[in-house]
């Protein structure tokens, strides 16, 4: 294989990996586990991948991609069709109009920041949901879901952070 093909099919390799890394994330996020009650109150590891993709690399993960990523989690977990997508495209859009704020910030900065977006996506969410079953449900399972998915981003964010710097070698 000569060195420019080598080199054409690392930078397309490169280019995927926030899709891939969302669409692992789905494939993960639809494993059982077989506690009782964890599965509604686990944490949304999509909605990580696509906030830290949206701030540190918005040009890879464009919003047609993220909406069929949100499709395909609607599908395996069995929610509503469009709930998941609509809201993910709605965080890629926020996160990456405002990833000037976050971006060269600290850390605390930015977990605080997805610590607003998540309360606000599952408040959203949840409320879709209710919309589209007419039923007020209970919201503690949601709080639940958001506040494990904040405590969970610092351990994904590093190891997001440290694929980011090996990947497009920034010091």
């Known amino acids: 294989m000569t060195s420019t093909l080598s080199h054409r099919l690392d930078a397309i390799a490169r280019k995927f990996i926030p899709a891939a890394m969302g669409v692992f994330f789905v494939l993960i996020s639809t494993v059982p586990y077989y506690i009782p009650g964890f599965g509604t109150v686990s944490p949304n590891f999509v909605l990580i991948a696509v906030f830290f993709w949206a701030i540190h690399r918005v040009e890879l993960i464009s919003s047609v991609t993220v ?60 409320g879709l949901n209710a919309i589209y079953t007419m039923t007020l449900m209970d919201p503690l399972p949601i709080i639940f879901q958001m506040i494990m998915t904040v405590t969970v981003f610092p351990f994904l964010a590093w190891g997001f952070t440290k694929m980011h710097q090996k990947l497009f070698q920034i010091a």
Do not use: H
């Open 67 to 126: 909406f069929f990523i949100g499709l395909l989690l609607d599908i395996l977990v069995g929610s509503p069709p469009g709930i998941n997508a609509a809201v993910l495209v709605l965080v890629r859009t926020l996160s990456a109009m405002q990833s000037r704020v976050f971006r060269g910030k600290s850390f605390l900065v930015l977990w605080w920041g997805f610590s607003l977006v998540a309360f606000c996506v599952g408040f959203v969410t949840w």
